[in-house]
């Protein structure tokens, strides 16, 4: 199995909500990209969220989007080795120092996970950072998560009132 490695976290002093993914994808680690797959949903919901065109956007415009709106990025695994692009295939996987980071994001006041496999080793990980922000546990943007959009918008939706723009 081959080993992969996350991105390093698209962050700033002003972040205010931390979305956490797990790892990324065949599709995003061949370019460089956090959700480069084009059919997984996180540009269009997070779009949703700060009412911009995510997917219409450059990849460096998209998170200067993000940054602008107080949103960070980043994933809960450093490096695992993995066969594919399914979280379920996750194996001797070695964590983010979550706690670490948010140390850094003086004005960070909510932790959301993208998806259950995040949600999963992220709380384990935060331990005690847990009880001190807000933490919601978002519905997979990944395409193997089969909910309608519908549904998974209106949970992302509730990312909303932790934001505001710069």
Known sequence: MTL???FPPVVDAHTRVLI????PGEASLAQAQYY??????????AGEV???DLPGMAYPERLRALLAHRIGLWD?????????????KIRDHAGNDLASLIHTLPELAAIAFNGKTAARIGMKALG?????????HLPSSSPAY???YPQKREAWLALRPW????
């Open 76 to 88: 809960v695994v450093a490096e695992a080795r993995r066969e594919g692009s399914l979280d379920s």
């Open 20 to 23: 956490l993914g797990s790892l």
């Open 163 to 166: 934001l505001s723009p710069r």
């Open 146 to 148: 089969t909910v309608a």
């Open 50 to 52: 700060i009412a911009e």
């Open 128 to 136: 005690e950072m847990g009880d001190r922000h807000a933490v919601v």
């Open 4 to 6: 992969k490695r996350c």
């Open 36 to 45: 480069a797959y084009p059919h997984n949903q996180f540009w269009r919901l």
